[in-house]
Every structure is written in structure tokens, then in C-alpha cells.
């Protein structure tokens, strides 16, 4: 599990191509690879991955065909930036929300406006997600956890700070790229036992 708190940036440094899926591989600061092992679970850009051969400059991960399919990280380019989140502690304190690391799927950038010193981004998402985004709700965006402005059908719009334009890979974003969403891992419960229990009371 992670809480969307980015805790740094790293760079993709390698692609490697095996049979439709990839492995790559990012640089990272040193000093978030200390006490880090093979097997150890990292948000990559929202992504729950696998950390392989881990050294003090980065590590690599595999992604599977699913992973291509429903992320954007299958497009990212050597040089291309990411959003960084080690596995929670029991301990750590939960500064955003309960994210899993699997994303949902895509939501492109609309527009992104000035708003006082922040920036107001609209996003629109597949239909079948925009169901689970609502107003001052939660949503995580390439790794990133933030809350919901306005909804109006598929598209949603977010204020998004100075300081986390600066931290994290959201301040780069232009106007018709996509980022990875994870809707609120709550509301996904909640709309599948509302579906179990109409499917139980029709006798399905």
C-alpha cells in the first residue's frame, strides 16, 4: 500500500523488450535506495511495481502485458521523469490516501489554468471511472494523491499547489497527455457489493 505522498523523482534510464512485455530500469536519488531489497514493492508514476536488482542508483522492474496495457509507462522514454513512493509502513503516517498502486486506467489533461499561485487542472476520464470520482473525494494521478474540485459527467477538475507543481512530474504535464489513474479504493469496494447485493437479491 501507498499514501500518493511522492517522495522523489527518478529517470528512466532503460527499456529492454522480451516477447510483448518490457523490463526497465530508472535512476533514483541514493539516499531513497538505502535499505531497499529485491522484491520490494515501489510506486513508479502510480504503478505498483516489482524493484529488481536494486543498487545505491536505482533499480529495475518488469511490466507485464496488463501493466502495458491499462498504464502509461509502456510509452515512457529513456530521460522520461517519474513519480517516486516507497511501500508504507504499519508506522508511517497516512499524509494522503489509501492507494494500491493498481491502476484504474488513463485520464487525459484538458486544460490547466491559473489559480492564484496554484493551477486548476481539468481532467477527463472513461466513463466507466468518471462513476467513481466525486466532489472532495480522492483520486491518485500518477502517483500523485489529490482531491477532487468539481465533476461534472467524465471530466473533473483539481487545484494542485506551488510546492507539488514542483516536487513531483504533475508541473510537466501539457495539455492532452495522460496520466495514470486510481480511483478511490473505497468507492471501488462500495460499487462492487452494491452489485453483489442487487445480483443476490435477484437471485443471480
Excluded: W
Excluded at 66 to 84: A, C, F, M, Y
Excluded at 89 to 96: E, I, M, N, T
Excluded at 99 to 122: I, Q
Excluded at 156 to 164: K, N, Q, R, W, Y
Aim: proline fraction near 2%.
Amino acid at each position: 500500500m501507498f499514501t500518493g505522498i511522492v517522495a522523489a523523482t527518478g529517470v528512466l534510464k532503460s527499456r529492454e523488450s522480451f516477447n510483448g512485455d518490457l523490463r526497465i530500469r530508472f535512476d533514483v536519488p541514493e539516499d531513497m535506495m538505502a535499505g531497499c531489497k529485491i522484491g520490494d514493492s515501489i510506486s513508479v508514476s502510480g504503478c505498483c511495481l516489482t524493484m529488481l536488482e536494486p543498487d545505491e542508483t536505482g533499480f529495475s522492474a518488469d511490466l507485464s502485458v496488463e501493466t502495458l496495457d491499462k498504464t502509461s509507462l509502456g510509452n515512457r522514454r529513456t530521460g522520461d521523469s517519474v513519480n517516486l513512493e516507497l511501500a508504507m509502513r504499519a508506522s508511517d503516517r497516512l499524509g494522503g490516501h489509501l492507494v494500491s498502486g493498481h491502476v484504474d486506467g488513463l485520464a487525459e489533461l484538458v486544460s490547466r489554468t491559473e489559480d492564484a499561485r496554484s493551477e486548476r487542472f481539468l481532467f477527463k476520464a472513461d466513463r466507466s471511472l468518471a462513476r467513481y470520482i466525486a466532489p472532495k473525494g480522492s483520486v491518485c494521478l500518477d502517483g500523485v494523491s489529490l482531491t477532487v474540485n468539481d465533476v461534472e459527467d467524465n471530466q473533473f477538475s483539481i487545484c494542485i499547489i506551488p510546492h507539488t507543481l514542483s516536487v513531483t512530474t504533475l508541473g510537466q504535464l501539457a495539455v492532452g497527455e495522460k496520466v495514470n489513474l486510481e480511483v478511490d479504493l473505497i468507492a471501488r469496494y462500495l460499487d462492487r457489493l452494491n452489485q453483489y447485493g442487487h445480483s443476490e437479491d435477484t437471485g443471480a
